[in-house]
């Protein structure tokens, strides 16, 4: 049987190594101008990953080993989390109206007829979408990031002190 030490040193790094994807991601988007439809492909295959990283980790190894550690720091853990993966949700409720509207009027296409229109323009709902957007990005990675800290902490505490 393999040593808990060693998955929770896997499960560490495959966490961490979910957090460049998460960045890389982001700038993707932030820079570019317009977002055509290859951008958001190309920026999702790396946020997917990033939160595939995260997620199935979480998933297979944490959620069913909680309630046997379950305490003040691994409570504080999971509230974190689980905040992280509410923010997501945030997130997730402008992307998908923001994707249909752009969807509905074309917006992704490279050789889009109005691509210098103001998004904003396109649904009188637009400008909301885009705050819980940037809300629940900005939540997540906050939410995730002291998920993170704490659980390195954790991990830190538990296997390599001790």
């Known amino acids: ?10 499960v560490a790094l ?3 190594a979910s957090f460049p ?15 055509t439809w290859s951008v ?3 920026h999702l295959k790396f946020i997917v990953t990033g939160l595939l990283l995260t997620t199935v980790p979480v998933l297979v190894w944490m959620v069913p080993r909680v309630l046997e550690q379950l305490g003040g720091i691994v409570a504080v853990h999971v509230f974190l989390g689980l905040q992280a993966y509410a923010m997501l ?17 074309d917006m992704y296409a490279d050789d889009a007829p109005d691509r210098d229109v103001d998004i904003s323009e396109l649904h009188e709902d637009m400008d909301s979408w885009r705050w819980r957007l940037r809300v629940g990005v900005a939540g997540y ?21 001790a």
């Open 89 to 105: 949700v945030l997130a997730l409720t402008g992307i998908v109206r923001i994707f249909q509207v752009k969807r509905a009027h």
């Open 1 to 10: 049987m393999v040593d808990d030490a060693a998955i929770a040193t896997v």
């Open 40 to 42: 958001l492909t190309h």
């Open 141 to 161: 990675v906050v939410f995730w990031l002291l998920a993170w800290v704490l659980g390195v902490g954790r991990y830190v505490g538990k296997y390599l002190v």
């Open 21 to 35: 994807f998460y960045l890389y991601g982001a700038w993707i988007v932030i820079d570019e101008d317009v977002v």
């Open 14 to 16: 495959v966490v961490t």
